[in-house]
């Protein structure tokens, strides 16, 4: 048996938590809109002036449209939008919303339209999200971190509200116009060098909701690289239509790229294919909630040495084939269900297929359901100590 990949020991402490940031020492810029709604004017703020680009800014009410350019945050120390507020980034479609410290989301909209979304542009972003709506529709990239240095990990917090997100991907570099966490340190394109393996991006799910959308004919995919992750206990997400998920796919450059769910829900959807292991490893750790796979689920990718892993110990795990891409990579299985379309009852004759003893595969002409089935339990049954024998499930 192939040992199992270790998950990354911890994160650094959330710059502003989601429902108890408080301003710093510094004066803010408040919205107040005694103008108009557009964000630039000077007589719509509190303090008197547009904000400029290091300025932080709470938006709580009313409607302020930003309306050409970028809405460039970096070098904040926060930004808030919450109570009944909001916020549009649309500037003909190319807007770019460039983040960096916190970005706290606990009410109202923000509603984007450009080329990208960067939650740490350049330097580490945090964003909170603990309530309202944040929309956001790209012909390039949504991406937790970016730039080609060596920066520790961005991070998007959701713990509340909706997040939602559409990929046009209308853009030419394919690399560029998906969902990317990890990007930061990332040279470039398919399976380019990374740079150090500092802490990755983390996307953290503990109540609302995610859902990512492809749309168009373009190809478009889900990146999980140098030591990121998606971490769901709560709530939902889901990614429809990408034409491939990878978890582990930068180059050299981080060993713990990672999906883990101990609760809630993850939905893959449109056949998109997801790869567990490309150039770095990857891990997919299951020990509650559900996770639905509308497509392939290979361990390991041909050509590529990254071992794929899964760690299914509770909760449901429902794909449409399994196979071991590279021949790599292990599956540990101790617990939960787990369904795979049509007859896959000869998996638990391969030998990267770890599994406790007596697990059972049914296959019932449509899928097969894999259970793992501990030893005979001895029960007692009533007070006339009759001994009755049961398979315990």
Known sequence: ?????PLVAGRPALLCAALACTPLAHAASTWTGAVDSNYN???NW??????????DVEILSGTANVPSGNWDRRGAGY??????????LNSGGQGRFLNTGAFNMNGGTFTHSGEYFIAGAGAVGTINQSGGSISSTLSRGWQLSDNNINQSGSAYYLSGGLLSVTSTATWTDLPLRGVWFGKGG??????????????????????????FTKT??????VRVSRNSGIEITTGSVSFNNYTEFRVGQGASGGLNSRVILTGGTLDITGGTAFYLGESDNGLLSISGGSM????????G????????????????LSVDSLVNGNGLGVFNFTGGRLYVDGDATALLNESWFNKVQDTTATFDGTRTLIVPEPSFGILLLGTAGILGIRRRR
Do not use: Q
């Not at 509190?46 to 400029?52: D, E, F, M, V, W």
């Not at 168009?216 to 995919?221: D, I």
């Not at 639905?292 to 361990?299: A, C, F, I, P």
């Open 1 to 5: 048996m192939k040992p199992t990949n």
């Open 41 to 43: 004017t000077a007589g």
């Open 46 to 55: 509190n303090p008197n002036g547009t904000p400029a680009v290091g300025t």
């Open 79 to 88: 930004t808030t939008i919450g109570g009944t507020a909001n916020v549009t």
């Open 186 to 211: 990332e040279t470039g394109g398919n399976n380019s060098a990374a740079i150090g393996s500092a802490t990755g991006d983390l996307f953290k799910v503990t109540g609302g909701s995610a859902n």
């Open 216 to 221: 168009g004919a373009n190809t478009s995919e």
């Open 292 to 299: 639905t796979l509308d497509g392939l689920l290979s361990l």
């Open 301 to 316: 990718r041909s050509t590529f040495t990254g071992v794929g892993t899964v760690n299914l110990s509770g909760g449901t």
